[in-house]
């Protein structure tokens, strides 16, 4: 029996684990996770953009382990909040990446703005990093804010994103309708070109 190519994707998120594993389901390759590599430290995210920070992750991950390696770095980029908050998602509300915190933080900053300014988009970007080869693709999802948390599916923001030409959050909808939607999936299904052609 050949062995699968093993891919490793640098990221401790369960739940980014879990809707990648789906979108890549049909490539015939072994995914790990930094979770298989509890010895490696967390990446300090030093960039100042999300390309920065996923080139920074991938980059670290495949020097230290020599493995096909990608990374993504996302985030919810708020059109009245000019931006924010962007590459600091994970941290709005403080080091402890405590996503309760962080919509609560959102949803003050953004009380009393109209519905019509309180749109949004989820950004994704994707650094593979191999043998001589470095490539970064990105996917975005344009929608709303919503003015309180609805659902409980998902993580971080998606109780209170609503994607354009829908009624409903990221958290009120089933993984299978994010996962065919969102900024990730938009992203990751370049990037499963991407290593198609790499692992050929
Ligand atoms: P890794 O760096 O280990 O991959 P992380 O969660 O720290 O995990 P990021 O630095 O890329 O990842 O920060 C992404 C943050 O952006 C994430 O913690 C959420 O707050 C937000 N985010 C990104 N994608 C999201 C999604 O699909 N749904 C909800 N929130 C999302």
Not at 39 to 63: C, H, Q, S
Not at 91 to 116: C, F, M, Q, S
Request: no cysteine; net charge negative; aromatic share 6%.
């Amino acid at each position: 029996m050949t062995e699968l190519p093993e891919v490793l994707f640098a990221t401790r998120n369960q739940h980014k684990v879990e809707e990648v594993r789906i979108i890549l389901k049909d490539l015939p390759l072994n995914m790990l996770t930094a979770l298989d590599f509890p010895e490696i430290p967390d990446v300090e995210e030093t960039g100042e953009t999300f390309v920065e920070n996923a080139l920074l992750k991938a980059r670290t991950l495949y020097n230290i382990t020599g493995k096909l390696t990608m990374a993504d770095d996302s985030g919810l980029e708020v059109d009245a909040l000019d931006g924010a908050p962007g590459i600091y998602s994970a941290r709005y509300a403080g080091p402890g990446h405590r996503h309760d915190l962080n919509n609560t933080k959102l949803l003050d900053a953004l009380a009393g703005v109209p519905i019509e300014q309180r749109t949004a988009g989820f950004r994704s970007v994707v650094a593979i990093v191999g043998d001589g080869a470095e490539h970064v693709v990105e996917g975005v999802i344009r929608g709303h804010i919503t003015e309180q948390l609805y659902g409980g599916g998902g993580f971080g923001y998606d109780p209170i994103f609503v994607p354009d030409g829908h009624e409903i959050t990221f958290a009120e909808m089933s993984s299978k309708e994010k996962n065919r939607i969102s900024h990730r999936a938009l992203a990751f299904r370049q990037a499963r070109d991407v290593l198609q052609d790499l692992i050929g």
